[in-house]
């Protein structure tokens, strides 16, 4: 296989080891890049990898058990580090109703847009926006996630947002996943506090992230940085009081115009700045500076039908991560497909395939704060991995559509029914 150098290492192998597995070649990811080990091998304890070369190399581990591939490749597990999974009901009609000429402004006038799902997620219970978040959640475990980020921000009372961040606890308790939750109580304007928006930042600030924080429901703290939601100045109060609080911070950003939204997330280290299509060459240049991740949403791109593209080369330029995410959501990007992503980020955004599969492994990983232990194949890190039959990395790419046959290992352990 030509692909990008390979990769050999040599480590002090194990005494012993749970699992051995072998005969396939290992994309490692790491640096970024595809790094593969030809015929390579990966030992596992504990659900971790704790050695992996070439197969040549690898020690005998007489009483591990072995488990042997007919060639294929392996990639780390992937990462969807932005979606919004948990909420109640869904927009398709609104779609359709897009679809036939009815504009965004008469469909929220009318009551609909992000009120519809917040009105429909105030009104379901706990039970109800679990069982509907599985559903949304099976498909992308199907096609390899093993870890994934989900998002709060369809409730904006303090009930509703802690019923919300609840629900993505449970779901991490309920199948083979890693999950993230992030509270994204500034995502809109409630109707309650029309005309005092400075007033909902005092609750998001005193009351709401103090809780979270307390009874430690989310991993990290985002905001909507745009006209139509809060302002710069606004999100520089909830990233002050997220930070006190020792949560890490993100910021959906450049995705309508151009505030400069990413440059404040850099400014704050924030883990990552997200959708960017309106980010400039200072933004990137500042990301580049503290090391956040920019994550692209083409998903939501496609769907909106924008014209403006995110700055890829200048992400480029200056070495800025570039992670793809699903940003699966009711409203402008209803995507069940991380793998379809994939082939949006190259076939829309201009990324190789090398940059597209970075997005989901080792960017995505860095994205969520999680680079040290997640994201590559490496020894050291947890033992999510993806066997596929293919003959290189861009297949993963190229076919377009459908569910490609896979084994997902979480854990160091064969995933299979993702149902809980």
Known sequence: MSLASSLCLT??????CDSVWRGATLVTMQDGRYNVIENGALAVTEGKIVWLGRNADCPAFPH?????????????GFIDCHTHLVFGGNRSAEFEQRLNGVSYAEIAAAGGGILSTVNAT???????????????LQPLLAEGVTCLEIKSGYGLT?????????????LATLLPVDIQSTCLAAHALPPEYKDRAEDYIDFICDTLLPIVAREKLADAVDAFCERLAFSPAQVE?????????????????EQLSALHGSSLAANYHALSADHLEYATQEDAHAMAASGTVAVLLPGAWYLLREKQHPPVNFFRQYQVPMALASDANPGTSPVLSLRLMLNMGCTLFGLTPEEALAGITCHGARALGLAASHGTLAEGKVADFIHWPLSRPAELIYWLGGQLPCTVVYRGKIRGNVHP
């Open 237 to 253: 109060r909830i990233f002050d009081a997220a930070q006190a609080l020792g949560l890490p911070v993100k910021l959906h950003a």
């Open 11 to 16: 480590v002090t192998p194990p005494a012993h």
């Open 64 to 76: 591990a058990q072995q488990h042997v591939f007919d060639g294929g490749i392996i990639t780390p």
């Open 122 to 136: 105030r009104d379901a219970t706990e039970e109800e926006l679990l069982r509907q978040a599985l559903l949304r």
């Open 158 to 170: 303090l009930d509703s947002e802690l019923k919300m961040l609840r629900v993505i606890r449970k």
